[in-house]
């Protein structure tokens, strides 16, 4: 689809140069960037930004597009610095999908410059209701509901692209009552979170859960703790059974933490999706991590 506009472009461009006369000069090569097309046929390509993001996109189009993600399964988003095939598939995407708040810190620039030259950028963020600046909105799939119309309305504008919302939206709604269900079981007042981060405030207060501290009390992992921080941890530990820690975030300070107060660390895939590489699916895994760890 983008490749057909580009050729178009391309041959318009030409034709325009070869003024009056109309001709054009064959002779000069023309080169159609397309070395980060995947092989999606003529499906339009949208470019999440994470694989959580690509999976909730999928779950909305279908297989009407082609749904690629720049931050690959389980690495962490805050720092994540993409390479140069990533700008490429970023330049020549049909609509890219981003989080927004500053989540895909390390992203933004080059998203910024595909905007510039004229790809459409769709924000998250933008279309959810927010608890404060927290970007991880993500783990709340009623939360994400919220964005599902203006999703359709940005994915449906390109050629060939439908949007399942009322399918979506059931779906999302199953998640919430499957992870609600699974919180439920360990009893009023016990989902006390400590987390390496603040990523869980979504969820939390979703399910019914406390988020009593975080080790880094920052939206990025890739913020420092202070000596201030950590008091608060140790001080908000006892009441918890176990500290959650982001997937392929920075985590010496928070084993450290963990091993001083002799609790379990548990590592919960926040950035990464299940074997069924489902939204839905990863919600319904957090929720049963989560369970299962302060059972
Ligand atoms: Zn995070």
Redesign the pocket.
């Known amino acids: 689809m983008k490749k057909s506009a580009v050729i178009l472009a391309v041959v318009i461009g030409l034709s325009a140069c070869g003024g009056s006369s109309g001709s054009v000069d064959t002779s000069v090569p023309v080169s159609v960037p397309d070395t980060a097309l995947p092989a999606g046929g003529d499906r339009a390509v949208i470019v999440a930004t994470n694989s959580v993001l690509q999976a909730f996109v999928q779950m909305v189009v279908g297989d009407t597009a082609e749904v690629l993600t720049v931050i690959p399964d389980g690495k962490?988003?805050?720092d994540f610095e993409p390479s140069a095939q990533d700008v490429a598939a970023l330049n020549s995407a049909d609509l890219v999908v981003q989080n927004g708040l500053d989540?895909e810190h390390g992203v933004e620039d080059s998203i910024e410059t595909a905007e510039q030259a004229g790809v459409t950028v769709w924000t998250l963020t933008d279309h959810v209701t927010l608890i404060g600046e927290d970007?991880?909105v993500f783990t709340d799939p009623l939360t994400m509901a919220g964005a599902l119309d203006a999703l359709a309305a940005a994915v449906t504008a390109l050629e060939g692209v439908s949007a399942d919302v009322v399918s979506a939206r059931s779906q999302l709604d199953a998640a919430a009552s499957a992870a609600g269900t699974s919180i439920n079981t360990l009893g009023a007042g016990k989902c006390r979170l400590i987390t390496d981060?603040?990523?869980l405030a979504y969820f939390a207060k979703r399910f019914g859960c406390t988020v009593a501290g975080a080790v880094i009390p920052s939206?990025?992992?890739a913020a420092e703790a202070s000596a201030k921080d950590l008091e608060a941890v140790r001080m908000a530990a006892g009441s918890v059974k176990a500290i959650f820690m982001?997937e392929g975030?920075p985590d010496a300070v928070v084993r450290q933490v963990a091993d001083e107060l002799g609790i379990k660390l548990v590592e919960l895939r926040?950035?990464a999706l299940p074997a069924d590489g489902s939204y839905v699916g990863y919600v319904k895994a957090i929720a049963d991590l989560i369970t299962a760890a302060l059972s």
């Open positions: 962490d988003p805050h989540f970007p991880h981060h603040d990523a939206f990025s992992s982001e975030a926040i950035h």
